[in-house]
């Protein structure tokens, strides 16, 4: 059996950690799978790396800025191929260029294109473990690239997809996928199985366990995810294609993001191309985009309101300030202080009324709505961010998730 | 006009001093040169990547030594491309593999096999200085090498070579090549010029300024280097091939090394192959046998006495422990309490009275002399190591080293 193990920087943080890693590495070596293990790079290294590189300039070039970030994973993998030997099972390094994980030339943010597995394989077939540096790759004219933040995720399920992994587990410092942030909500409950699209509007909608890209790629290759945690041997939650018995459960999880700013313009010109033109405008920058809402509010006229990360927010309203005469709107505002509440579901998709049941439970707190956006399996509110923790906790109640038994 | 400039790992050990090199990069680049810029990993990096090792585990697989140990430069490469970008001037870091820097596979103590020069030319035709990380390299098998301590030294002369460069700049926190250690003789006088024989010597001997292996090189090549001080204009010393008049001088400088051991095996029996069997089995276990002196005392028995780095001593003594009775000894002994002293200059070729006065003046002194070892250009002796200073001093005093004007 091949199994793909994935462990974050805070399951690497210090030598005691890396050894418990091997540990658990070597155990299941013991068992007689083969494995891959894919690591991140130790606790804050990236983020000091980032300062010596603010201490030299503000303006780092991009490129540059992925030849120092991967050197992060690559200590990693070092020590932990290292901890690995010391326990009496070969195990080797690589790079993502080593590992042949092929991706597109958009330094900090790039996407895997392909996976050469000759070398993987290769290492494999001699008996190693093979311990992959998550997070990064190569281009076709050989820069170095990094996959942006919670990249590691998604190097790991690439790598089950790429070679048909029997299993992809995913370590953390958490032990599963909850029904909200247990760090708000005393009762929330972990769900021993959610499906994929439940998990990529969790993710995206601010729970941290797994990165969004990585839910997205295991959907499409139907890779079933273990999330487990590094610290214990507790049975995780696992992420899987949603049976039908499942989708009778109308809400799985209540998300929080306080990760997100709004920008507003007021009577922006009522005709075909104005909001093309606007968020063209924005990803050229490459502004991550969340929510848009428009609506018509009087002739030939409309506000337009969207999100993005608070990070973006100042480049955001660069573009906004350069276009907005243009898109004729009379003005524009931005807040920082709002978060996105959200609630998240696959039975939602036949059950219309899970959204005004939302709405009440947020109306009977005497919260206000800023802005609304739903899917097939969510719906998501803005609000002022310091109402965050009552909203979770009513919205947790309302949907009684302490008291749903898990579904598997 | 194409140039290779190096700068060790005190020349970057912080934001200030990257500034410094990009500034001095940026103005070599206004006077209209190509540029190669060539550095080691910023201050301690090194050492405290192998502290990191160390808390882990005391057996580190070689191979995972250079994954980790290579990210060193790869970050000064990174932080210093973006300072001279930052200055204007477009620049792009290259690691050792993506510079084509093609090694054999002795991980740790790799060798430059050959470069491939195909990114670095057309990286410069683009306009772009080539920031370079030193010391590193990548194996045919698709692994990351590194060179050794010291080992940018040889990459700089190694791109000068391939590149054909028209000049090669090493910069170091010092300025220049002098007679003997400023800190322990004051009146060390700064050489204009020495020859790579000599340079090589010096080198060997513990002056720190340049790496043998680059000297080495350069002297294949006849590449001149230039040495020069990051943090001054001052002009420096110029390595190059000697001329009839430079080999005049008798002596050139005075070093010494207290990285120094001594073993020593009583009664070897004094027969073929004895020698071989010996330092075959240190050879084999990649210790570095500097000094060897062999002497016939009796009929049919003689000592053996060899010096190898202090750090080689544990694994040295462990092949002797085993191999001594194999080659007859009575017994052997070690001593760590022990210097070298060197004298070096081009003009002992043909003056073989220069030894007996160094004798002299060490005698003079009362320093007893455990080993002598003599080449076409240099005398060595091992002595206690507390009397190296006392050494250094009469060996410059008698060879009137502060007096001698320059040759250049």
Redesign the interface.
């Given at each position: 059996m091949l199994v793909i193990q994935k462990y974050g920087g805070s399951s690497v943080a210090?030598?005691e950690r890396?050894?418990r890693v091997a540990r658990r590495v070597a155990s299941a070596r013991a068992g007689g799978d083969d494995l891959i293990i894919v690591v991140s790079a130790m606790g804050d290294t990236t983020d000091h790396?980032i300062q010596?590189?603010k201490?030299?300039?503000g303006?780092?070039?991009n490129?540059?800025?992925d030849?120092?970030l991967?050197?992060g994973e690559?200590?990693s993998?070092?020590?932990l191929?290292?901890?690995i030997?010391?326990l009496g099972h070969p195990a080797?390094?690589l790079?993502g260029?080593?590992a042949g994980i092929m991706t597109d030339g958009a330094h900090t943010k790039a996407k895997i294109l392909t996976i050469n597995t000759t070398?993987l394989r290769q290492e494999l077939n001699r008996g190693n473990i093979v311990v992959v540096a998550g997070f990064q790759g190569v281009s076709k004219k050989?820069?170095?690239t990094t996959l942006g933040r919670g990249g590691s995720d998604t190097t790991a399920v690439a790598l089950a997809a790429a070679l048909k992994a029997d299993r992809c587990e995913i370590y953390t410092d958490v032990d599963g996928v909850y029904t909200t942030d247990p760090r708000i909500v005393s009762e929330a409950r972990k769900l021993d199985m959610v499906s994929y699209e439940e998990m990529l509007e969790l993710a995206n909608l601010g729970a941290a366990v797994l990165h969004p890209r990585a839910v997205e790629l295991a959907m499409k290759y139907k890779i079933p995810l273990h999330v487990l945690s590094s610290f214990n041997h507790n049975p995780g939650t696992v992420v899987k294609e949603a049976g039908n018995m499942e989708k009778l459960l109308l809400v799985t999880g209540v998300a929080c993001d306080l990760n997100v700013a709004k920008i507003g313009l007021f009577d922006v010109f009522d005709r075909p191309g104005i909001a093309y033109n606007l968020f063209k405008a924005l990803a050229d920058e490459k502004i991550n985009v969340d929510m848009i809402v428009q609506s018509a509010m009087r002739d030939e006229r409309n506000d337009i309101s969207f999100t993005c990360p608070k990070g973006d927010l100042k480049r955001a309203l660069a573009v906004v300030e350069k276009l907005h005469k243009v898109v004729g709107a009379q003005g524009f505002t931005s807040d920082e202080g709002v978060a996105k509440v959200s609630i998240v579901g696959a039975g939602m998709v036949s059950n219309p009324g899970v959204a005004a049941e939302m709405f009440e439970a947020l109306f009977n707190e005497g919260i206000n709505l800023e802005m609304i956006s739903t899917s097939e399996i969510k719906v998501s509110c803005i609000i002022k961010a310091d109402l965050t923790e009552k909203a979770v906790k009513a919205l947790h109640k309302k949907f009684k998730l302490a008291e749903i038994a898990g579904c598997s």
């Open positions: 210090d030598a890396i050894r790396l010596l590189v201490a030299l300039t303006t780092p070039p490129r540059e800025m030849v120092i991967s050197t690559q200590v993998i070092a020590l191929s290292m901890a030997n010391d080797i390094s790079t260029a080593q070398r050989n820069n170095i």
